[in-house]
């Protein structure tokens, strides 16, 4: 444990450096809760490496400095209503819930994935995320309107639910591309008056959002 401590202390150290990490909020959250904490065994000693990870069911949990990005885009703050799309194996929904200290919803679309993310925030002692199957792309009405949406899997367009479910004022932050695993990260905001304005930050690579308003499922 000692010795993935101290690799995790040099990645984070090594992203405030290169400027991806910005504020201390963010620094303080990833310091933590390691990454190391939401993969499973036999990839712990990867856990600091900046690149994706498998995670169970063929997905994977995000490179560390990807986690950062959007983060800081997102600008968190302490009490936001917050939901993301795409738990995986829980890890940025822990560090959202460090950052806004309130409550947060993450929707996932595969069972074993909702129960892996649901053993690792256990064992890293969170409480306050709180884990639902289903399609993303429908959002999750129950706790709508949201301040802030976190979608961590390319879509091939923005969903109109996410959208519809975001505060005035409220920030969508999602890939979206019209291939599998090449995307662009789009920030979309909704203005006082319900206008929707969107900003591209740049290239990402994400596994596929699917869904009624993603990628369709084919049988
Ligand atoms: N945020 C995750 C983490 O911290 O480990 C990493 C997410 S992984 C890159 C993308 C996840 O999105 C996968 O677990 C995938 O099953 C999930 N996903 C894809 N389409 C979805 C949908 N429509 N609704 C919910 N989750 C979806």
Known sequence: MEKLDGLWRRRVASLVEGGIIRSEAVRRAFLRYPRYLFVEKRYRDYAHVDEPLP???GQTISAPHMVAIMLELAELERGMNVLEIGTGSGWNAALIAELVKSDVYTVERI????EFARRNLERAGVKNVHVFLGDGTK?????APYDRI???AGAPKVPEPLIEQLK?????IIPVGSHHLWQELYIMTKT???EVRKKRWGGVAFVPL???HGWRVVS
Do not use: C, N, Q, W
């Open 139 to 143: 959002g999750f009405p129950p706790k």
């Open 168 to 172: 005035p004022g409220g920030r969508l």
């Open 111 to 114: 069972p074993e994935l909702v």
């Open 55 to 57: 995670i169970p069911a």
């Open 150 to 152: 976190i979608v961590t």
């Open 210 to 212: 699917m869904g009624e």
């Open 192 to 194: 006082e008056d319900g």
